[in-house]
């Protein structure tokens, strides 16, 4: 092999190998329950939970608050960097992405997913009952 072909091969893999650990940030991030995510300040998490129905919804500047609770009852404000999404309040579960911030005692999300119950699983078990 010409040395030519080795130093293209090792800046592919190089340049692969950033690429990875630039990434793995996004593509790694594990679910973790409310107080490791609250004793893991500043790192990025991903908590589940349901809508907490005791704390209201608020928008302010481009953001939009609310509370959930984890599946220890654990509770845990969020400050959402975006818009409501469809269906919020019907969820079944919402996922937040983000880091806690435990100077404000609030979890900062960058994404949000929210698990809505289909609209074929009643469809669905109806036509297995017949």
């Known amino acids: 092999m010409s040395y030519k072909r080795i130093a293209i091969f090792l800046i592919a893999v190089v340049l692969l190998v950033v690429a990875i650990f630039s990434l793995s940030d996004d593509l790694m991030t594990p679910y973790v329950p409310v107080k490791k995510a609250k004793s893991n300040a500043g790192k990025l998490v991903q908590i589940i939970g349901k809508l907490d129905p005791a704390k209201p919804l608020r928008h302010a500047d481009k953001k939009f608050f609310f509370s959930i609770i984890d599946d220890n009852n654990s509770k845990i404000d969020i400050e959402y960097n975006g818009v409501k999404p469809q269906n919020f309040e019907r969820a079944d579960q ?6 806690y911030n435990a100077e404000r005692n609030v979890f900062v999300s960058d994404k ?9 699983e009643e469809k669905y078990e109806e036509r297995v009952k017949k």
């Open 94 to 99: 919402i996922v937040a992405i983000g880091k």
């Open 112 to 120: 949000l997913l929210v698990k809505c119950p289909s609209k074929y």
